[in-house]
Structures are given as C-alpha cells and as structure tokens.
C-alpha cells in the first residue's frame, strides 16, 4: 500500500480541523495535581502503618494507576499540547515521571525527536522490535528478544511489561549522546535523574525497607505494566516503514470511557502520531475525521485484544510486514490497513511454507542497546 508523510495528511486534513485543534489544554494540569496527591497520600498512610497491611495492599494498585496515570500527563505536556512555557514543561514533565527517574529533557529527544520522527523506521526507531539481521548479528539482542519480549511461547515475557519502561529509560539514559543530546544536555539529564533518585533514596529511608517496597516498588511495577501495555500495542503489531506514515506504523486501541479519561485518550496514538502537538482531549473528533475520509487505511482494534494479539505473535522483524520467531521459526503477518482481525482463539501462526519471502534487509543501524520491551 502507498505510504504518505505526516505532512501529506495534515495538507490534506486543514481545511477540516478546528480552529482551537493545537491550542493548549492546561486543565490536563488537574490530573497531575491529584495523581500526585494519591501517591503523597498514598505512601504516607503505608509509612505510618495506617490501617496495616490489609490497606497497604489495597493501596498499591490505586498507586500503580496514578504513576502511570502522571506518565500520560507528562507525556502530554512534553508535547506543548498542556502549556506553552518550556520551563513548566520541563517541571510538569520532571513530576509526571518522578516515579520512573525520567529526565525530561532526555524524553524530549528520545520520544519527540527520534521516535516520532523516525517511527517503524528498521534500525532508527528507539521504540521498535529488531530486524531479523539485528537479532541475528547480536547475541545480547538474542538473548533480550527471546527472554524478556511478549511474544508467543515466552513464560519471562512478562517481565517486559513489570520492568520494560524502567530499564528502557535507563537504557536511553546511558545512550543518550546517540539520540541527539550534546554533551551538555547528556549531562542535564544525568542530573535530572539524580534528582529523581536521591528523592527516592530519601524516601526509602524514611520508610524503610518493607514500606518502601509496598509503597513504591510494587505499585512501580503495576504502573510499568500500564505504561509499557499501552506503548507495546501503539507499534509492536504494525509493520516497519521507511516513511514515517501513523496510519500504517501506528495502532489505535478502544477502551471503556474511564479507561480512556485516566489515560488521556493514549490509546488513540494514530492520532497523536499525526498530530503529537495536539491534546489527546481532541483525539476522538480527529478519529472521527480519520475514519470517515480513510477508512480502509485506519487501524484499531480493542485494548485487550491488542495485548492478547502480541502474547500470541512474534517480536522480531523478517521483513516490513511479517514478525518471526527465530527459536521455532514460526511466522506472523503484522496487521495492515483492511486487516481482518480474527479472535484470539482463532489466531494461528502462518506457515513457513506460505509466508512470503523475505526481502532484501534494509542497511542496519545498531542500536545503542538492546531494547527490553
């Protein structure tokens, strides 16, 4: 199918769009606001002992849910689509991911920068799953790919939902100066971290050891179970591109409306891929619009059938549009525009025999690291 630009879609979408379509929401603001409250409340009640451990554990999911929840306004607002001003978005995004250590600024050039720039581009794309070549010439990209990715046949695969955003940061922290950073900027974020973490060191003692972990390490690994689910269904399903296209290297996936509103609609990521300046809070008109002018070239599915499809299919690339798992040598097709989306139970692998052959490997760029995902 022929690929287009992003800018070829936002020509073609102008004359459409609503006048207020990239005007900040800073509402988005209120959410951070209470989130970070639960958390401070949260802890504070575990710390004290209050209610014992029968409440500590009632609390971690609630936690999990708001640090993943201040991921998504962080994200948002790093995007200028919550404020203009660069030096609240740095300090909204320094909050959103304290639990996760983020820099802000190394976010602004892995995320903004890189992956929305270079998105499904085969050995570019920070976010993307190896190419056959990559998992072949490494044997620690081997070794990540076959233990820790959701895949099919892959009892550790759930590790790259509890830990992947965690250690994914880390990864693009100490590779930093290959997504963009100067050395000065390498060095800010460093610092940023830094931060994060000698507030958490604080944390940790004084609460102590038990505490801590009820009240932070375990509701961090719910919230990395939130985030990463969400990130792995935006483009581990899709097809590589060499044209940075959102309608093809992009998933939607559909939610309950709550799901939707803790959030911020970013589960709509064709959307945001389109246009990433915009607040999410508009995504479901420009889905609508989506979908009434190419609806044979937009692509959702719900949420859990997103997960379920990525437990039962492979995460390394043959080719743009087929996914194999080397080990057994068993192939998928990603899903494509008009791709017909059959139920779980139903989805089997596509024999080797009947897949099409593997076109010639695109020049590969290495990593800086391999990426647990």
Same mark, same amino acid.
Not at 15 to 37: E, I, K, M, Q, Y
Not at 161 to 174: D, R
Not at 217 to 245: C, K, R, W, Y
């Given at each position: 199918?022929?690929?287009?630009?992003?800018?070829?879609?936002?020509?073609?979408?102008?004359?459409?769009?609503?006048?207020?379509?990239?005007?900040?929401?800073?509402?988005?603001?209120?959410?951070?606001?209470?989130?970070?409250?639960?958390?401070?409340?949260?802890?504070?009640?575990?710390?004290?002992?209050?209610?014992? =451990?029968? %409440?500590?554990? *009632?609390?971690?999911?609630? #936690? &999990?849910?708001?640090?993943?929840?201040?991921? $998504? +306004? !962080?994200?948002?607002?790093?995007?200028?689509?919550?404020?203009?001003?660069?030096?609240?978005?740095?300090?909204?995004?320094?909050?959103?991911?304290?639990?996760?250590?983020?820099?802000?600024?190394?976010?602004?050039?892995?995320?903004?920068?890189?992956?929305?720039?270079?998105?499904?581009?085969?050995?570019?794309?920070?976010?993307?799953?190896?190419?056959?070549?990559?998992?072949?010439?490494?044997?620690?990209?081997?070794?990540?790919?076959?233990?820790?990715?959701?895949?099919?046949?892959?009892?550790?695969?759930?590790?790259?939902?509890?830990?992947?955003?965690?250690?994914?940061?880390?990864?693009?922290?100490?590779?930093?100066?290959?997504?963009?950073?100067?050395?000065?900027?390498?060095?800010?974020?460093?610092?940023?971290?830094?931060?994060? =973490?000698? %507030?958490?060191? *604080?944390?940790?003692?004084? #609460? &102590?050891?038990?505490?801590?972990?009820?009240? $932070? +390490? !375990?509701?961090?690994?719910?919230?990395?179970?939130?985030?990463?689910?969400?990130?792995?269904?935006?483009?581990?399903?899709?097809?590589?591109?060499?044209?940075?296209?959102?309608?093809?290297?992009?998933?939607?996936?559909?939610?309950?409306?709550?799901?939707?509103?803790?959030?911020?609609?970013?589960?709509?990521?064709?959307?945001?891929?389109?246009?990433?300046?915009?607040?999410?809070?508009?995504?479901?008109?420009?889905?609508?619009?989506?979908?009434?002018?190419?609806?044979?070239?937009?692509?959702?599915?719900?949420?859990?059938?997103?997960?379920?499809?990525?437990?039962?299919?492979?995460?390394?690339?043959?080719?743009?549009?087929?996914?194999?798992?080397?080990?057994?040598?068993?192939?998928?097709?990603?899903?494509?525009?008009?791709?017909?989306?059959?139920?779980?139970?139903?989805?089997?692998?596509?024999?080797?025999?009947?897949?099409?052959?593997?076109?010639?490997? !695109?020049?590969?760029?290495?990593?800086?690291?391999?990426?647990?995902?």
């Amino acid at each position: 199918m022929t690929q287009h630009p992003i800018s070829w879609y936002v020509h073609e979408l102008r004359d459409d769009l609503p006048a207020n379509t990239f005007t900040p929401v800073p509402s988005r603001l209120l959410w951070l606001a209470l989130h970070l409250c639960i958390m401070a409340a949260g802890m504070t009640a575990i710390g004290l002992g209050i209610g014992g =451990l029968w %409440l500590a554990l *009632a609390l971690i999911p609630i #936690l &999990g849910i708001s640090i993943a929840g201040a991921t $998504f +306004v !962080a994200h948002e607002t790093l995007h200028g689509a919550v404020v203009r001003n660069r030096t609240v978005r740095s300090v909204v995004g320094w909050l959103g991911f304290l639990p996760f250590m983020v820099s802000p600024r190394l976010w602004t050039a892995w995320h903004n920068k890189v992956h929305h720039g270079h998105t499904g581009k085969p050995g570019v794309d920070p976010d993307a799953y190896p190419s056959l070549a990559q998992y072949e010439a490494s044997p620690v990209v081997r070794a990540v790919t076959d233990r820790f990715s959701l895949r099919r046949s892959s009892p550790t695969g759930f590790l790259s939902l509890i830990l992947g955003f965690t250690v994914q940061s880390a990864q693009m922290l100490v590779g930093g100066r290959r997504l963009g950073l100067s050395r000065r900027e390498h060095v800010k974020a460093w610092l940023e971290t830094g931060l994060a =973490l000698a %507030l958490w060191t *604080a944390v940790a003692v004084l #609460l &102590g050891p038990l505490p801590f972990l009820l009240a $932070f +390490v !375990a509701p961090l690994l719910i919230g990395n179970s939130i985030v990463m689910a969400f990130i792995l269904t935006n483009h581990s399903l899709s097809p590589q591109t060499e044209t940075n296209d959102p309608l093809l290297n992009s998933l939607s996936v559909t939610n309950p409306w709550f799901i939707d509103l803790v959030t911020l609609n970013f589960g709509l990521h064709v959307e945001h891929h389109l246009l990433p300046a915009m607040s999410s809070a508009r995504a479901p008109a420009l889905r609508d619009l989506l979908v009434a002018r190419w609806p044979e070239r937009y692509q959702s599915m719900p949420f859990g059938r997103a997960v379920w499809r990525l437990a039962r299919t492979a995460r390394v690339y043959e080719d743009a549009t087929t996914l194999i798992d080397p080990p057994s040598g068993r192939r998928f097709p990603t899903i494509l525009p008009r791709d017909v989306v059959v139920p779980p139970e139903e989805l089997t692998p596509v024999p080797a025999a009947a897949a099409a052959p593997a076109a010639a490997p !695109a020049p590969v760029v290495p990593a800086p690291l391999p990426v647990l995902r």
